[in-house]
Nanobody, 125 residues
């Protein structure tokens, strides 16, 4: 059973940076598509990025393009989300998710079977 744990969230001033990590255990992450989502209380979960198992298929939301980058290291069973130029509107709980498949990924939350517990990111002066 795949388990995901996010880390790296916290409080940062506008314009600052954070790097979120999602570490998998229980199974090799290499056979899974992975994604990052965020959610503000009372709103739907927003898909930010996804990577297919071989990183051949990728997606990054327009809302974070140019500020966020993401990567995966299958050897370390880790997915990273580097967030730069953070804005107050980026304040949310950030989640990583995984779905066992090859060759594709999605930013639809219902597509994913495995979720981390989330990490809070707060952007405020």
């Amino acid at each position: 059973q795949l388990q995901l744990v996010e880390s790296g969230g916290g409080l940062v001033q506008p314009g600052g940076s954070l790097r979120l990590s999602c570490t998998a255990s229980g199974s090799a992450l290499g056979g899974y598509a992975v994604a990052w989502f965020r959610q503000v209380l009372g709103k739907e979960r927003e898909g930010l990025s996804c990577l297919s198992s071989n990183s051949a298929y990728t997606y990054l939301a327009n809302s974070v393009k140019g500020r966020f980058t993401y990567s995966r290291d299958n050897a370390k069973n880790t997915v990273l989300l580097q967030m730069n130029s953070l804005e107050p509107g980026d304040t949310a709980v950030y989640y990583c998710a995984a779905h066992r498949t090859a060759g594709s990924c999605s930013t639809m939350a219902r597509w994913y079977d495995y979720w981390g517990q989330g990490t809070q990111v707060t952007v405020s002066s």
